[in-house]
């Protein structure tokens, strides 16, 4: 079983900067990204990024965070700048194996607030 566990998540104001970061324990993957679910609503993309390295964004997050990906950690960051109080969530690191089975971080709370 592979498990995914992120860390990073904090509080941080307004303008502020964060790092999360997802390790797997194991497996190849064709794609590692980040999701995130505000309270209330449906799990969102935020941003992707594929063993070659192609990389692809959410526009809410477009200009403000990068997503990057360590092949021989198994190990994916996303650098968050410039951060709004709506980008408060729960994010989620997600592995995927094939197009149709990925697996699930158990989540990192970011909070963005003064």
């Known amino acids: 079983q592979v498990q995914l566990v992120e860390s990073g998540g904090g509080l941080v104001q307004p303008g502020g900067s964060l790092r999360l970061s997802c390790v797997a324990s194991?497996?190849?993957?064709?794609?590692m990204g980040w999701y995130r679910q505000a309270p209330g609503k449906q799990r969102e993309l935020v941003a992707t990024?594929?063993?070659?390295?192609?990389?692809n964004y959410a526009d809410s997050v477009k200009g403000r965070f990068t997503i990057s990906r360590d092949n021989a950690k198994n190990t994916v960051y996303l650098q968050m700048n410039s951060l709004k109080p709506e980008d408060t969530a729960v994010y989620y690191c997600?592995?995927?194996?094939?197009?149709?089975?990925?697996?699930w971080g158990q989540g990192t709370q970011v909070t963005v607030s003064t």
């Open positions: 997600n592995a995927a194996v094939t197009k149709f089975s990925s697996y």
């Open positions: 194991r497996g190849v993957f064709i794609a």
């Open positions: 990024i594929t063993s070659l390295g192609r990389e």
